[in-house]
């Protein structure tokens, strides 16, 4: 009976681990362009897991049926669960990165599983693609050639939000002697952005309070309370799934403004505030996107996807949403990399290797947005071996009890701050790893 009840146990655990992994039809197949997808559709971060990755894999869908593949050649995935929990995130890059025809290009969709891979991704030669998350100085490509964290990083992002509340504040100059408290998760991403705030706030004479808030975010009575007590003219909030609607609750029993809350982008989703109801009602957040259904690239992806039952989301009132949005965003990025590449090395399969290439010399020009049916939706983005970043300015948005509202131009990243931060911080790790630096055209 223990023989037998051990092996009864150990088929469930084989049994559940398969379970996390989904793949379609032709994932094994060595014809098909693979990209592994790891996400976390359950646990408390379901929602972004779930949203972008059915954006990234509408996208792919889209270009497959609509486009026949990038100049023929089809995208395969396979899906790796991780409940966004970071051992597991090395699992799924494990048994990933050789399927079918090997992995073109992660994206984890998690910093913690971003820095916990970043070193064995590079030996393989396979390019991690951290769109608006992960380690900011592998901005670098000098000295992080596989790691891209595009779009705009933590630090670039930061900036931005700074220049905003200075606008907010009749100037910069303004912001000298005010408080500004920095709620932020108990992880990797939630404690990235404390070098650059402790920076800014040296430079402009504002003072910065940093709170943590332990995963997954349920319980912040204390930090309240210090935020009560503290009375900040500003609060930065740097949530993650339940912790941003606990916060604007938490915020509106204290009565502190939602108009003086200004969130990161994975706070800034429809998810993050219609669980606080009238709390979240003019809450502001950051964000390299907006949301909404009437770009082109949107009614394609309803006309030839949804229409016929091929859609990823199984709620289709998602379609749209922000973190739709920045899946389909994703699959533009990767789509338009293997195109650069296929330019350079065939209309072929191409590897991690080529991938890199692809994203390093990646030029998507307004023209080319335009062609793509994403004209308002991203900026142009252009990138390079000094520069795996190639943008850095956000909007902001604030929510009106329905819908978020776009409220800001584009706010450009103080690169003067930024830049020297992250190549400080690179060349530090170089030293610490032994790496010499590449040299760029």
């Not at 799924?92 to 992995?103: D, M, P, T």
């Not at 009560?228 to 938490?250: C, E, F, H, S, Y």
Request: charged share 20%; with cysteine.
């Amino acid at each position: 009976m223990k023989r037998f009840s051990k092996l009864f146990t150990a088929l469930l655990s084989v049994g559940f681990l398969a379970g996390l992994f989904v793949s379609n039809a032709f994932s094994d197949s060595t014809d098909t362009q693979f990209i592994p997808m790891v996400t976390y559709r359950i646990g408390p971060y379901a929602a972004g897991g779930s949203g972008i990755t059915g954006g990234y894999i509408d996208y792919l869908s889209l270009i497959n049926e609509q486009d026949g593949g990038v100049n023929g050649v089809k995208f395969s995935w396979s899906e790796c669960e991780t409940e966004y929990k970071t051992p597991r995130g090395v699992e799924c890059y494990e048994r990933l990165k050789n399927q079918g025809s090997g992995a073109t290009v992660f994206n984890f969709l998690s910093t913690g599983m971003t820095y916990a891979v970043l070193d064995r991704a590079t030996t393989d030669k396979i390019p991690i693609m951290s769109l608006g998350y992960g380690r900011t100085d592998t901005s670098d490509g000098r000295v992080f050639p596989y790691i891209f964290p595009l779009i705009t990083n933590y630090w670039s992002q930061n900036t931005a939000k700074i220049k905003y509340i200075g606008q907010q504040e009749g100037g910069m100059d303004k912001l000298k002697g005010k408080l500004i408290v920095n709620l932020h998760h108990g992880s990797g991403y939630g404690r990235e952005t404390i070098p650059i705030l402790d920076v800014q706030a040296k430079k402009y004479g504002f003072t910065v309070k940093h709170l943590e808030v332990a995963h997954p975010g349920v319980d912040q009575k204390s930090q309240w309370l210090q935020i009560r007590q503290l009375k900040p003219d500003w609060v930065i909030l740097r949530g993650w799934g339940i912790m941003n609607p606990t916060a604007l609750k938490m915020a509106a029993n204290i009565k502190f403004p939602a108009n003086k809350i200004l969130g990161v982008w994975w706070s800034g989703a429809e998810e993050d505030v219609r669980p606080a109801g009238d709390a979240a009602i003019g809450f502001r957040a950051a964000g390299f996107h907006p949301a909404g259904t009437d770009f082109p690239v949107l009614k394609q992806i309803k006309k030839i996807l949804y229409e016929k039952g091929k859609g990823d989301l199984k709620d289709q009132t998602r379609i749209g949403s922000v973190y739709h949005i920045r899946g389909i965003i994703h699959g533009i990025v990767t789509a338009e990399a293997i195109r650069t590449a296929q330019a350079k090395f065939g209309n072929r399969v191409i590897t991690g290797e080529e991938m890199q290439w692809g994203l390093e010399h990646l030029n998507i020009t307004a023209e080319r947005i335009k062609e793509l049916g994403v004209e308002d939706m991203m900026m142009p983005l252009k990138l390079s071996c000094f520069d795996h970043e190639g943008g850095g300015a956000v909007k902001i948005m604030r929510w009106d009890g329905k819908q978020w509202e776009v409220v800001s131009d584009w706010i450009q990243s103080d690169q003067s701050i930024v830049r020297p931060m992250v190549e400080a911080s690179a060349a530090k790790y170089a030293e610490e790893k032994g790496i010499t630096l590449r040299t760029c055209e």
